[in-house]
C-alpha cells in the first residue's frame, strides 16, 4: 500500500511537467511548420525530435549540462557567427547555390555559398548574432557559448565547445589570424570531397572543392584563428556542447555579443 501510495504521488507530481513539455513541443512544431513568416528557425531540427513525453526537469538538465545531440539548424536568414578560433579535423570545403528561401515564401537558387564541413571541430568561444525585426522595430537574438569572443583573435587559442559534423554555409568567411591546412588538396572535384565519409550537400562533378590527401574521417586538419562568417546555415549533425550556454534577445542591431 505505501509503495501505491507513493508510485501515485510520483506520477501527480510529474504530470505538470509532462503536460508542460507537450505543450512546449507543440509550439515548437508549430512555429517549425510556419515556414518563412517567422523567419529564422531556431532549433527546428530539435524540436521535431524532442519526445513528447520529456519533463521539464530532464529538459532544464540538459541545458545545464551544456550537451545537446541534434541537428542544430538556423535557416533563410543570413546572420553572424564568430569565434577566437578552430580546431578541426576531417575538413572539406565547396562551393554551391543552395536555395534561399525569402520572406515572402519564394526561393532563389543565385546566391553562390561555400560550404564547409568538420568530422569534428572545436571552437574556442562562440559568438552568434541573428537580426529581425518585429512590427519595425528591430531586435536582436545573441547565442554566446564558452570563452568570451574578442574582436581580435587571442595569441594563444585553447578550444571549449566540441562538435561532432559540423556545417556552414556562408557567402562570407575569413579569419583575423593565421590559418594552418594539412593533408588538403586544392581544387579537388567537388563531388569527391568528402567529410565524415559523405559528400557535401550540393556538391557538383567538376566543381571546385578543398578536400583531404588522407583517408578516413580524419583526413585533412584546419586550424584557424578569428573566424568570422555571415552565414545562412550553420548545422550540427552529430553531437554539440556548449558551455555556459546564454541566448537572450537585445533592442537594435547588435554587431558583437
Known sequence: MNQLRWTTRLRALARPAVVGAVDWNGRMLALAADGPRQGTRWGRSVAVLLPAALTAGALGGAMANGALAASFNVTNSPFTLTSNGVSGTGFGAILNTPPVEAANG????TTAMARVG???????GLCGIVH??????PYSLLL???QTVTAAPPATVT???NASNLYIEAPTLTASGSTTLQNAVLGMSADQVMVAGQALNGAQAGGFGLGSAGSGPGGSTVNLAGLNASAYTAEIAGSLTLPAL?????????TSC
Not at 132 to 137: D, E, I, N, T
Request: glycine letters at 12%; hydrophobic letters at 45%; proline letters at 3%.
Open 106 to 109: 519564394s526561393t532563389s537558387t
Open 118 to 124: 568538420f568530422a569534428s571541430a572545436g571552437l574556442a
Open 132 to 137: 529581425q525585426s518585429f512590427a519595425g522595430v
Open 144 to 146: 554566446t557559448a564558452g
Open 159 to 161: 578550444t571549449d565547445i
Open 246 to 254: 546564454n541566448i537572450r534577445v537585445v533592442p537594435g542591431s547588435a
